[in-house]
């Protein structure tokens, strides 16, 4: 027989990115719908990162909007959204150690899986969750309630586990069922037709490029053409699609928040290398497709060099944007490359463009690199 204690060590998310460590946190006493489990392993993965990051911000953390009584949830301690402090952790292993008079499928001494989502109980933009309005496994004693707990069709989401596979094992199911999920749900392998696009290019863009993308996979019913500058004025989640013409992780992140609930973003690296670095800011688009409604003027950022070409390549003397060089740096020799580098203004995402033949801000021409 477990003796369980009236304290508890715990983790506490207060706020955003504040963690306490609280070793006195009250062990909570099953009301009659309850069950008290005791937590034999607790797994920490990215998406306890971002509630950390988010807090009362982040969607699962606001309150359930409908599918449980407000009466049964003030009855419920360990149901804490908004500022409320929560305790993370949503890949765990429990044993029951205590049972309400009201439980009927859930018995002392079981030890079960959580599954943590309560899709049945939405927030106000998305879905309740154990580990986030509901309090999760970073502490000793886990409080449930069945009347969370239990599915519309019955399905409980405490699923019953074997004695002889270890608590870390099983604890790994949550994140390999979202592995195995991320490969099995079918995603939109078109633009959606009746939905809006986002065109952000930080590198050259034809209009062919466009029209044959739209022809190949449909064209959007809204399309918004920006340069990465004119990113940040844009709503957030408001783009089915968005396409980047680029390869600067800077305007990548900033890309990220404007895409809409299952929509994709599209990279067109162009062969260009991720680096840490910013690649230039040349917002290269100049020319819109035809069909295009008046796009944003392109901010003039785009650097134009002139330099001498040896005498096998035709004229002698070519000006040509930072972004296009990218492009013809294969073709030319590497003495080619160190009198192009040296004519422009010297930025390190330049010479990844160029490759490692490029002087960069310190590195020799080397004989042999075309990248
Ligand atoms: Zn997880």
């Not at 998406?47 to 049964?72: N, P, T, Y």
């Not at 986030?132 to 989401?157: C, H, K, W």
């Not at 994709?264 to 295009?292: E, Y």
């Not at 995402?349 to 690199?369: D, F, L, Q």
Request: hydrophobic letters at 35%.
């Amino acid at each position: 027989m477990t003796t369980i204690p009236q304290t508890q060590h715990a983790v506490q998310l207060v706020g955003p990115d504040q963690l306490q460590f609280n070793p006195s946190k009250a062990v909570f006493e099953p009301g009659p719908f309850q069950v008290l489990g005791q937590v034999e392993v607790v797994g920490l993965c990215f998406s306890d990162l971002k509630l950390l990051k988010q807090f009362s911000g982040h969607a699962r953390k606001s309150g359930v909007a409908s599918g449980v009584d407000a009466q049964a949830l003030a009855q419920m301690p360990n149901y804490v959204p908004g500022d409320k402090p929560t305790v993370p952790g949503h890949e765990t292993v429990i044993r029951i150690v205590s049972a309400g008079p009201g439980v009927t499928r859930h018995h002392v001494g079981a030890r079960y899986l959580v599954q943590t989502d309560y899709r049945w109980l939405p927030t106000a933009s998305s879905a309740s969750a154990f580990g986030y309005n509901f309090e999760g496994a970073l502490q000793e004693y886990v409080l449930l309630d069945e009347r969370v707990i239990t599915a519309p069709d019955g399905e409980s989401m405490l699923i019953p586990v074997p004695e002889d596979l270890s608590a870390s094992a099983l604890a790994l199911c949550e994140p390999w069922a979202c592995v195995e999920d991320a490969y099995v749900e079918r995603q939109r392998r078109t633009l959606k037709t009746d939905g809006s696009l986002l065109v952000v290019g930080e590198t050259d863009v034809k209009p062919a490029q466009l029209t044959n993308l739209f022809a190949r996979y449909g064209k959007p019913a809204k399309i918004t053409w920006k340069t990465s500058a004119g990113i940040e004025e844009l709503p957030d989640a408001a783009f089915d699609d968005v396409v980047y013409f680029g390869a600067n992780a800077d305007t990548v992140a900033r890309l990220f928040p404007k895409v809409g609930v299952r929509g994709l973003l599209n990279i067109v690296r162009g062969g260009v290398r991720f680096g840490k670095q910013s690649s230039p800011k040349s917002d290269a688009f100049t020319t819109a497709p035809s069909g295009w409604s008046a796009p944003p003027a392109p901010t003039p950022q785009t650097r134009w060099v002139t330099f001498r070409l040896p005498p096998r390549y035709g004229p002698t003397t070519r000006s040509i944007s930072s972004g296009r060089l990218a492009r013809w740096a294969p073709c030319m020799s590497s003495a080619t490359f160190a009198r192009v580098c040296l004519m422009l203004p010297c930025s390190r995402a330049t010479s990844a463009k160029i490759g490692s033949g490029c002087c960069g801000n310190s590195r020799r021409p080397s004989p042999r690199s075309t990248t």
